[in-house]
């Protein structure tokens, strides 16, 4: 069922190892959740991370980041989608998402939000 849902959070870009491929930093994860990628996703560790750990990490394809999400629901109202940088090396964006989940999905927004900020 579609409805409005409105989330606030904090998104924390994942640091990759100098020699490391964002592909490479996601398979880490998936290994040390002792979770295999299957079949479905023909060894895209970024795809298997984000789908079968949904709403936990965000990849933004723009940038070729990928973040760690921790996110709180809120009651729906209007429209937000808004992002900002925090911390002191800007490593973690904060944002908060606001929308009719009929229209658009959390990674779509996210990704509006985050294009916002010309990373």
Known sequence: MSETVHYRGVATKIM???GQTVMDV???ILKERNYSINE???GNAIQCLIEDFNYEFFFHPKTQSLYKITRVEHEPDEDIIEAKLIGFD???IAYELRYYNGGAGFEECL?????KLNL
Request: glycine share 6%; no cysteine.
């Open 111 to 115: 990704e509006e939000a985050f294009d």
């Open 26 to 28: 996601a398979r880490g």
């Open 90 to 92: 800007n490593s973690q």
């Open 40 to 42: 479905y996703y023909e």
């Open 16 to 18: 990759q190892p100098q």
